[in-house]
């Protein structure tokens, strides 16, 4: 049985939202507080489409497929802007779009995850990924503090790919698409292609082009046909 979601929606350049992650926002525009407090106060979820030049509901320039999580206040900083954090919970496809209230409501059905077909293996091949990801962590996160709060977030298998997408993966477009990929041992495989695990902080350009050429005839074909 499908599980639909109703959720306010932020469309944003440049961020993919996966699921197992926390992003935090700051918040500016009167427009977007209003979109946090009525999540708040009823109970939902708030999503995170990557902005697109197309659009696939008319109106709608962001992709179909992103990721939603429930907002947490964190503070309101001197300048007015509040700090905002959403704890991602699951990904989303696009069902429709109303723009009643100031800001995008999206209907969305969640897309869960394939059971893995070799959970065992899943699970190895996931450990040897946290650790570049926990080399990426040491390399760039210079506070021991905020490194350790950041180690403590990355709690299962999910969460080690799904922070190793949104941190090691410099094309939105390669994000995107494995976002969009609801088999986590296949992520684990594209990540694999991507990063040369002896220099994982270099992507393969060749990989990622093949992946973007490969999901834009997907696209085209789909909505085609």
């Given at each position: 049985?499908?599980?639909?979601?109703?959720?306010?929606?932020?469309?944003?350049?440049?961020?993919?939202?996966?699921?197992?992650?926390?992003?935090?926002?700051?918040?500016?525009?009167?427009?977007?507080?209003s979109l946090i407090q009525s999540a708040i106060q009823h109970g939902q979820?708030?999503?995170?489409?990557?902005?697109?030049?197309?659009?696939?509901?008319?109106?709608?320039?962001?992709?179909?497929?992103?990721g939603v999580g429930r907002p947490i206040i964190v503070e309101r900083m001197p300048n007015g802007i509040q700090k905002i954090l959403l704890k991602g919970f699951h990904r989303v496809r696009l069902l429709g779009i109303n723009k009643a209230q100031p800001f995008y409501e999206a209907t969305t059905e969640v897309l869960p995850d394939q059971a893995p077909k070799n959970p065992h293996e899943c699970h190895n091949e996931a450990q040897r990924m946290r650790y570049v990801l926990q080399e990426w962590i040491d390399k760039t996160i210079s506070s021991t503090k905020d490194r350790q709060q950041f180690s403590q977030t990355i709690n299962d298998k999910y969460s080690v790919i799904d922070y190793i997408c949104t941190f090691l993966i410099a094309d939105e477009k390669v994000r995107q698409a494995l976002l969009e990929n609801t088999s986590l041992e296949s992520r684990i495989e594209i990540l694999k292609l991507i990063l040369d695990l002896n220099y994982p902080f270099q992507e393969n350009i060749q990989v990622c082009e093949a992946i973007k050429s490969f999901e834009y005839l997907e696209r085209t074909t789909t909505r085609y046909n």
């Open positions: 049985m499908k599980e639909i979601l109703k959720v306010p929606l932020f469309i944003l350049p440049n961020v993919v939202f996966f699921p197992s992650t926390s992003l935090p926002l700051y918040i500016a525009d009167q427009k977007y507080e979820f708030v999503g995170v489409s990557l902005q697109k030049d197309d659009s696939y509901f008319e109106g709608f320039q962001g992709h179909e497929i992103f």
